[in-house]
């Protein structure tokens, strides 16, 4: 009886531990999330153009705001993520803009910024990465993180592989 007690507990710690520890995938593996910084609190935020209407706004800011959203799309395109604002178009439907990042002129870090989607467009894709209790979200095509600073600024920057101490870099 002994034996039989000791194997259903070892089952009973051993299967969520296995399910739950070696998940690839966040929490936010569901059509509406929100990622905030471990370093600020503050969530990655979107807004639109108060002239033109357009979504080309990107950064951070209290997760409860009234101003714009910080709401996100989390949308699977085949082992990468798009990040794509929560909002609709005037018929109703899912606006198509995504999370994109790019290097101007060799700077060190990728400006992000929002894009009209495109089909198989690694500029516009993430990897979440399961890291220190958080995510990296790793740019696909260059390998950056996506990474902040206390003044609501949204960036991306190399991976320092070693060096995970960077709050900033985690988003939960």
């Known amino acids: ?14 299967i969520p531990a296995l399910i739950f520890g070696m998940s690839g995938t966040s929490y936010a593996d569901s059509d509406n999330v929100t990622w905030r910084d471990d370093a600020t609190g503050l969530c990655l935020a979107w807004d639109s153009n108060y002239i033109t209407g357009a979504l080309d706004w990107v950064g951070t800011r209290n997760c409860n705001s009234g101003r714009g959203s910080t709401r996100w799309r989390d949308v699977n395109v085949g082992g990468a993520w798009r990040q794509m604002p929560a909002a609709t178009n005037s018929s109703g439907g899912w606006v198509n803009v995504c999370l994109a990042a ?27 990465v399961q890291a220190f209790g958080g ?24 991976d320092p592989g070693w060096n995970y101490n960077n709050t900033y870099q985690l988003w939960h």
């Open 1 to 14: 009886m002994k034996k039989l007690a000791a194997r259903i507990a070892t089952a009973a710690v051993a």
């Open 102 to 128: 790019w290097k101007p002129g060799g700077s060190g870090s990728d400006s992000v910024y929002l894009e009209g989607c495109t089909d198989n467009n690694p500029w516009q894709q993430w990897q979440e």
């Open 135 to 158: 995510w990296h979200l790793k740019h696909v095509q260059d390998g950056y993180l996506l990474d902040s600073n206390a003044n609501g600024d949204v960036y991306a920057t190399p």
